[in-house]
């Protein structure tokens, strides 16, 4: 969710709030991050908003976005956090979260990953194997704890998204087969540290209808059902994040329409809430501010080579994921079909493919509905720098992650003695 006026012309100028991105290259280089806080906030807000009638917790998907400022900005907000690794947890605490919010996804928690969070007392683990459950009620065992404990289970609903990114179909890796977690549950039940307090279940990401949603949240109502049938009182059922954000003309439902699909989907029981959004509220409140190198022309297309790539950026690459690109300066010219490049040295470098602009060496473009996925993804290849990072509060800019230097990113590496 964006706010109407999160980026606005102004002087010809693309702005971000009240600030020029101009300005922003200027201050900060480029390629540079760059959020909008009153964005963060509003889309926030308004997820939080649709559900003030109930008993909830909204958890930020942390692998969105990890920047500490943004952590910190929602944990102020009251929001809770949903990580997926001992990082995760470690940043959390380190933004000043409240590890009593915390549930902890994943596949493959580690036994240090386990201890971190039982020491730290988070809310709720989100079990996903019988295996793991075995592991985490021994090491609470250990510990003289108790883990509070959900299942994620797998709903095999087709959340019509792209595939490397649904997670609710029966073949994928995640969480356990619908058919078999009434007997996981059970085990658990005789497991002297573990406590069952919920039903987990995240089906994917970008996702734009409702109907996936209702359809997995029916299922996990059944679950609960049959729990309870057999004695097992659930407190709380996860339905994960997921909701899409509109890249160019998606139309995802509204956070009101969602929230009020699931509320009514509960109908009177006594059950807390838990969400799981990262996308839908920080996607579309930041962009990839990025400097045009070099243009080249050639028989059959035309390169903006700019300076930001796919290790700032995977998504073009890795989903062909489509972004649009804005100039921040536009030119009262003709415009050229350009594909928009990277200086890495594969052929899947590109930040956008077709995008008719007149551009000139020099000049400023912004990538958009970077905020997620975007700078948590970005990596050192081709020894890059990682972007620096910058929020917007009104007139003000904070830096809020400063540029790697090259010298950061061999630091840790060390030659054969002798060599
Ligand atoms: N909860 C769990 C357990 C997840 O695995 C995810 C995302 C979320 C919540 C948050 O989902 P969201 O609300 O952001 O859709 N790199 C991909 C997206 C991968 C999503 C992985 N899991 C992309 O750039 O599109």
């Not at 917790?57 to 956090?81: D, E, H, M, Q, T």
């Not at 028989?299 to 930001?308: G, L, T």
């Not at 796919?310 to 415009?335: C, F, G, S, W």
């Amino acid at each position: 969710m964006t706010t109407a006026n999160t980026f606005t012309f102004k002087n010809n100028t693309l702005h971000i709030e009240n600030v020029a991105l101009d300005k922003v290259a200027e201050a900060f280089d480029t390629p540079c991050y760059v959020y909008s806080k009153s964005a963060l906030t509003d889309a926030f807000e308004a997820f939080n908003a649709g559900f003030a009638n109930s008993q909830h917790l909204v958890c930020f998907a942390v692998k969105s976005n990890p920047s500490l400022a943004i952590l910190n900005l929602f944990a102020r907000l009251g929001a809770g956090f949903d990580i997926v690794s001992g990082g995760e947890l470690a940043r959390v605490i380190a933004a000043g979260g409240d590890p009593a919010k915390v549930v902890f996804s994943g596949v493959g928690k580690t036994a240090d990953e386990m201890r971190a969070a039982l020491e730290a007392g988070i809310f709720c683990f989100n079990v996903e194997s019988a295996s793991e459950l075995v592991r985490l009620n021994d090491i609470a065992g250990y510990m003289g704890k108790i883990a509070p404990v959900s299942l994620r289970v797998n709903p095999n609903v087709d959340a019509k998204t792209h595939p490397y990114i649904s997670t609710g179909l029966k073949n994928n890796k995640f969480g356990v087969a619908y058919e078999d977690a009434l007997d996981i549950y059970l085990q658990a039940a005789t497991m002297p540290n573990i406590s069952i307090h919920g039903v987990d279940c995240h089906i994917g990401s970008q996702i734009t209808e409702l109907s996936p949603f209702l359809d997995a949240f029916d299922r996990v109502l059944a679950l609960v059902d049959k729990l309870d049938e057999v004695g097992i009182d659930i407190q709380h059922i996860d339905l994960g994040g997921g909701i899409g954000i509109c890249y160019s003309d998606e139309t995802p439902p509204d956070f009101f329409a969602y929230a009020s699909a699931m509320q009514e989907k509960l109908g009177t029981r006594k059950i807390k809430l838990v969400f799981e959004p990262g996308r839908a509220l920080v996607g579309n409140a930041g962009i990839l501010l990025t400097k045009v190198e070099y243009l080249k022309h050639t028989e059959s297309k035309n390169f903006a080579i700019v300076d930001a790539a796919m290790n700032d950026l995977m998504r073009p690459a890795l989903y062909d994921a489509y972004h649009a690109i804005e100039a921040v300066k536009p030119r009262d010219e003709a415009t050229r079909n350009y594909e928009i490049v990277g200086p890495v040295c594969e052929s899947g470098d590109f930040l956008g493919h077709d995008r008719d602009l007149a551009l000139a060496e020099g000049d400023l473009l912004a990538v958009m509905s970077a905020g997620a996925y975007g700078m948590s993804m970005a990596s050192n290849y081709n020894t890059r720098p990682r972007a620096a990072e910058v929020m917007v509060d009104g007139e003000q800019c904070h830096l809020i992650r400063k540029r790697e230097i090259v010298a950061d990113l061999f630091a840790g590496e060390s030659v054969l003695p002798g060599a």
